[in-house]
């Protein structure tokens, strides 16, 4: 039963190759380009033998293909959950066959943390922190109720629950911010355009609009200069990733600020799965190196920024 299109790299081809089974979330944000390309990228840096499969945002897709992985006997399986919760069962079934397996990016809330070897990827809760902490400065001194849209990533992911909790748990500190609405955008530039021409009608006096990825601030853009309004400054926007077109708006004063959350896991990945495959052990949390962006920052920054 195949799990999408699988493309091999061709590598070294010798008889001690590592074959390397990814299940990839799909292609819904920039970022997700980034990220595959990276994978990709580095693979064949390091002759490692790869195939990739993209379950198009469904958990079911990626069952799948991590099942094909184990009939196929890869040496080791990684793969970037769409959802949090559902794999003990499909993770068991690798465990059971011998092959280890890594996650990157995004986490599972398995309660069986033998299930997999480590996970590696950003911390989502810390992202949403910081987008907290300068929206809390940001509005300061500001007078009145902030009314605060949020625009959710795809529903049970480990991004969208955890970057809504670190985001929740600073703005408490100051009870003039509020969340007014919140509805999911799936992670896309069509859902952030969707969502936001909906929220300007039902809420026409937003003060700010936080994101949970650069595409949907840019979808969000699209919504607020068709009802005739100017997005960074009639409608502040905050939102995570630090994507070129993100990167773009925010130095073009179209987003107000950005959270960084690197794509470039592949290096990474290709360390851990020859490490794991020659038996040494690995950190069981390995985690992304991540900054913040002003405008300021993103014009210094564009130039040499690699997606
Ligand atoms: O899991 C990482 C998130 O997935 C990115 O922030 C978002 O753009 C992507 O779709």
Known sequence: GGGGSDTASSGGGGNDQITLGFAQVGAESGWRTANTKSIQDSAKDAGINLKFSDAQQKQENQIKAIRSYIQQK??????SPVVESGWDTVLKEAKDAGIPVVL????????????????????????????????????AN???????????????????????????????????????????????RAGGKQVTEALLKS??????????????????????EAAGKVPGKDITIVS??????G???????????IVECSPLLGPQLMD???????????????????????????KEALPSRQY
């Open 74 to 79: 890869v040496d080791v399986i990684a793969f």
């Open 104 to 139: 990157t990016d995004r986490s599972v809330d398995s309660q069986d943390t033998s299930l997999y070897v480590t996970f590696l990827g950003s911390d989502f809760i810390a992202e949403g922190k910081k987008a907290g902490e300068w929206t809390v400065k940001n509005f």
């Open 142 to 188: 500001a007078s009145g109720e902030v009314k605060i849209a949020q625009l959710e990533g795809t529903t049970g992911s480990a991004p969208a629950i955890d970057r809504a909790e670190g985001f929740a748990d600073v703005i408490k500190s100051d009870p003039k911010l509020k969340i007014v609405a919140s509805q999911t955008g799936d992670f896309t």
């Open 203 to 224: 809420n026409p006096d937003i003060t700010m609009i936080y994101a949970h990825n650069d595409d949907m601030a840019l979808g969000a853009i699209e919504a607020i």
């Open 240 to 245: 995570v990733d630090a994507v070129h077109d």
């Open 247 to 257: 990167m773009q708006a925010l130095s073009d004063g179209k987003i107000n600020f």
């Open 272 to 298: 851990v799965v020859k490490k794991v495959k020659a038996g040494e052990s690995v950190e069981k949390r390995i985690v992304t190196e991540e900054t913040t962006f002003t405008p300021e920052q993103a």
